[in-house]
């Protein structure tokens, strides 16, 4: 297994994965990821920001992940544990559902942080959904502090917690 940055030409397994991913979400009446998120558009413009990477077997998307300096302006509320410029964000981890349970998503964030701490970045940031008992049990079993909520009003009437995590 590598994980690496995604090329344009996976776009369309990616967005294959977040699909398939949307729709198991909706199957457990988790209502995080819909026909709307994420969006083509999004993840082609993650890939060509190079922030996008994938974990790969054998030329088989696993799993993704999108690290990233931008602070989405939802998060402006948000009284965050160090200074913005020290930061990153994770946003899209998703491991394809016909391979969850099998620890990807956790190597994922292994790479995150490990990618975070050799840049000298002092803190990881993240949201994710309140309904969501698995991620946000996840998180936390990680030593990631939850800090507040936020709402994005195409997604769900439901908040999504952000966490923040000291390295």
């Not at 398939?20 to 990821?33: E, F, G």
């Not at 899209?92 to 016909?98: E, G, Y």
């Amino acid at each position: 297994m590598t994980i690496s940055l995604a090329k344009k030409e996976q776009l369309n397994e990616i967005h294959s994965l977040t699909n398939a991913c949307a729709l198991d979400l909706v199957s457990k009446d988790i209502y995080q990821w819909n026909e709307h998120y994420p969006p083509l558009d999004k993840l082609a413009n993650d890939i060509s920001r190079g922030e996008l990477y994938c974990l790969t077997e054998e030329n088989t998307i696993l799993g993704i992940i999108v690290i990233t300096e931008i602070e989405d302006k939802e998060y402006k509320d948000i009284e965050w544990l160090t200074e913005k410029e020290s930061s990153i964000y994770i946003h899209r981890l998703a491991t394809h559902p016909n391979f969850q349970g099998k620890g990807y998503a956790r190597e994922l964030m292994d790479f995150a942080e490990g990618f975070a701490m050799a840049s000298g970045y002092k803190s990881v940031r993240l949201d994710t959904f309140s309904e969501n008992t698995r991620n946000n049990k996840f998180y936390k079993s990680r030593g990631y502090k939850k800090l507040g909520d936020i709402f994005f009003v195409n997604q769900s009437i439901h908040p999504f917690h952000c966490y923040e995590l000291i390295l």
